[in-house]
């Protein structure tokens, strides 16, 4: 029964970092889309979402039967719980995958203020984030987890600074509104991205730490800052 549970779990970390890698590349690739008016990735990314779909029900199945034949205690069972959250995170980031380049479709090209908006930054930061959060799962690394979670402010405050942006630019010119709208939704889903990158890094955290930190994460990562910021 042992072998056979660790068979299955081998079978789960296969599997939920081939999630990982085919929902790294649909970020990329709906980034470039974007970023060089690319039609064909865009399409590319909507075809293949179906794949990541087919992965998460691959996953949530392994998960149930590693449950029904096995009894998984400790850190197994802390893997299980957050491979079935972190799948479900995998799944909706490839969903924003899908919607970024639905978007970029719906404008053709980028418009000529593309520019004032805080974007390139904010997909510089999230592609990292997202790299770091499969890297710390992958190599069960609390320290790469406390990178991300660090970066999600970051991330909110260049959406908030990108919706002050657009608007003014849409209250400019009414010729403005459709391709607003359109980078205003990115600029969403790309902090929306960030979300679930920082949901992984917390269940990585709760893997290797055994310690929950959703909601309270700056009580357990960064309580010398807390500390200094309040003497």
């Known amino acids: 029964m042992e072998r056979l549970l660790d068979e299955h779990l081998e079978k789960l970390k296969t599997r939920v970092i081939k999630m990982c890698s085919l929902v790294d590349e649909q970020v990329q690739f709906a980034i470039k889309a974007v970023q060089e008016n690319n039609m064909d990735l865009a399409n590319l990314v909507i075809e293949r979402d179906t794949k990541v779909d087919k992965y998460d029900v691959k996953i949530d199945k392994i998960c149930q039967k590693i449950f029904a034949i096995g009894q998984p205690v400790a850190m197994d069972l802390r893997y299980i719980m957050s491979a079935l959250t972190i799948n479900n995170n995998l799944e909706?980031?490839?969903?924003?995958?899908?919607?970024i380049a639905e978007n970029m479709i719906r404008i053709t090209n980028?418009?000529?203020?593309?520019?004032?908006?805080?974007?390139?930054?904010?997909?510089?930061?999230?592609?990292?984030?997202?790299k770091n959060a499969i890297d710390s799962f992958i190599e069960s690394n609390a320290e790469l987890a406390k990178k991300v979670i660090a970066s999600d402010d970051v991330i909110d405050n260049m959406n908030a600074d990108n919706h002050k942006i657009l608007k003014e630019i849409m209250k400019q010119d009414c010729e403005n509104i459709e391709a607003g709208i359109a980078l205003l939704v990115i600029s969403r889903e790309v902090e929306r991205l960030a979300d679930?990158?920082?949901?992984?890094?917390?269940?990585?955290?709760?893997?290797?730490?055994?310690?929950?930190?959703?909601?309270k994460y700056e009580k357990y990562l960064?309580?010398?800052e807390v500390e200094d910021e309040e003497t």
């Open 92 to 99: 909706r980031i490839g969903d924003i995958a899908t919607n």
């Open 110 to 130: 980028k418009p000529d203020f593309y520019t004032d908006t805080k974007l390139e930054e904010m997909f510089t930061i999230v592609k990292e984030m997202l």
């Open 196 to 215: 679930h990158c920082t949901n992984i890094a917390e269940d990585v955290f709760f893997i290797v730490e055994a310690q929950m930190i959703k909601h």
């Open 222 to 224: 960064f309580a010398d």
